[in-house]
């Protein structure tokens, strides 16, 4: 998922955008920054790097093995004395 301490990083970076007038207010600002971050990247459903390579790689040897028992089938229809 995302790192939190990008989320904070953000956060900061966002209260700190605040006219200066908000000063007293942007601890507050940063914690419901936070707080509407987290959540909208929640509904997301994300998934890290490493299950987004482990499936990759999954997908990518299933389509391997499908493509060598396509070729086997395909050898087998052009052998007439396999054919029932």
């Known amino acids: 998922m995302i790192d939190p301490k990008m989320l904070d990083d ?3 970076r966002l209260s700190e955008s605040m006219p200066e007038g908000l000063a007293a207010a942007r601890r ?4 419901n920054f936070k707080a509407v971050l987290q959540s909208g990247l929640a509904r997301l459903d994300l998934v890290t790097r490493q299950e987004f390579d482990v499936q990759a790689g999954v997908l990518r040897r299933t389509r391997e093995r499908l493509a060598e028992l396509e070729s086997r089938l395909a050898a087998i229809e052009q052998d007439p004395s396999r054919r029932a």
Do not use: F, K, P, S
């Open 10 to 12: 953000l956060a900061r």
């Open 28 to 31: 507050d600002l940063e914690q």
